[in-house]
């Protein structure tokens, strides 16, 4: 099973789109697994920075570089908040383009889940409005999207750690 090229791509020795790929370009973006962590805790609703650290796992140092790289792309921008009494702060929360990474991090999920959790997956995506699973699909357009909000996250009941 393969995609099929159109006709005047067929012959595919005559033609390369060089580092112009935009998997290349998202797999160089999303190249550590602390960046695609602080992404995965974005989507979870984690803004400030002591809390990446922690739920990532990571060192100060590489979630730092991490919410760098996120923000030199556009991915997470950073918002100004002050607890009374302390100094001002920033909290990094996803912008439209983190947001379109949605689908991105939900197929990477799905895929794991099915392949590598001998089908029991930690936890289960559903529609918050409705408690349907979500899947993520390759479809023709017109089909309505769903937005990170839309979504609840459950734990999995038959998932067992080890």
């Avoid at 302390?86 to 939900?106: C, K, M, N, S, W």
Wanted: aromatic content about 8%.
């Amino acid at each position: 099973m393969a995609m099929e090229f159109e006709e005047r791509l067929r012959d595919r020795d005559a033609w390369s789109i060089g580092d112009g790929c935009s998997a290349e370009r998202v797999l160089d973006l999303l190249s550590t697994k602390t960046v695609f962590l602080v992404v995965r805790e974005c989507f979870y609703g984690t803004t400030r920075f002591e809390d990446f650290v922690v739920r990532v796992g990571s060192s100060a140092p590489a979630v730092s570089r991490a919410l760098k790289q996120l923000e030199s792309a556009r991915v997470v921008a950073r918002v100004p908040y002050r607890e009374p009494g302390r100094r001002a702060r920033d909290e990094y929360r996803l912008t439209e383009a983190g947001e379109d990474l949605l689908p991105v991090f939900l197929s990477l999920m799905q895929w794991g889940d099915k392949h590598l959790q001998e089908g029991r997956p930690p936890l289960s995506f559903v529609e918050s409005d409705t408690g349907r699973a979500m899947r993520v699909r390759v479809t023709a357009e017109p089909t309505p999207e769903m937005a990170s909000d839309d979504i609840e996250i459950r734990l999995n009941p038959a998932w067992q750690r080890g």
